[in-house]
């Protein structure tokens, strides 16, 4: 794979942690708002995220300092990525509802027996902006406007990601442009729930 450097490669953590974060952020301010079930789906689908651009971030690093090309950790980024975006907006969907539609549950994990990476990108463009939409109405329910900008900017880059996608060229360049905006929409994302925990979401009644 042409144009990944060492630099390059370590930035890629970043939106990594960023995602990781948030999600901490996240599971310790709505854990007594939400069922166990969809707790579980909140916390199984964001470690599966985490799982899977730490795999990619890692496979690059390792690529950059010609150590090995450890095709497994690439190849592993969409099947854990994209079904692990639709688990966490399953989990914020059911957030005061009381129960889970199983039905969605169990499509949500389906795209992972599929080889073709455009159902995952798909799969993983649907939950990435369900999760905001989940976001966007707390924001609106806690009355703050600022994080909802910020969520739907997160998406907007997210958008700009697959539009990348679509015109990637392999070139030093092109692999820094979609970084960036990577880093853009999760640190847009960050930001929104740090928001909202010093907002006291933690504190806050779940919504009906």
């Known amino acids: 794979m042409n144009g990944i450097t060492v630099p390059m490669a370590i930035v890629d953590f970043v939106p990594v942690v960023f995602f990781f974060i948030a999600t901490i952020v996240l599971m310790r301010d709505l854990y007594n708002k939400m069922v166990k079930g969809a707790f579980a789906l909140l916390a199984a689908g964001s470690i599966m995220v985490f799982l899977g651009g730490l795999y990619k971030a890692t496979w690059k690093i390792l690529y950059a300092l010609n150590v090995c090309d450890f095709i497994a950790l690439d190849v592993a980024f969409f099947p854990l990525q994209a079904p692990g975006f639709v688990l966490v907006f399953l989990g914020l969907a059911s957030l005061g509802r009381g129960k889970l539609d199983t039905g969605a549950t169990a499509l949500s994990v389906a795209p992972v027996v ?95």
């Open 114 to 208: 599929y080889q073709s990476n455009l159902i995952f990108i798909v799969f993983q463009v649907v939950g990435f902006g369900g999760i905001q939409y989940c976001m966007v109405r707390i924001s609106l329910f806690m009355k703050r406007k600022l994080p909802v900008v910020l969520f739907i900017l997160s998406f907007i880059f997210v958008l700009g990601m697959g539009y990348l996608g679509a015109k990637f060229d392999d070139s030093s360049n092109m692999h820094w442009l979609a970084q960036m905006t990577n880093i853009l929409s999760e640190g847009c994302f960050l930001w929104g729930v740090l928001i909202l925990h010093k907002a006291g979401l933690e504190k806050a009644k779940a919504e009906k």
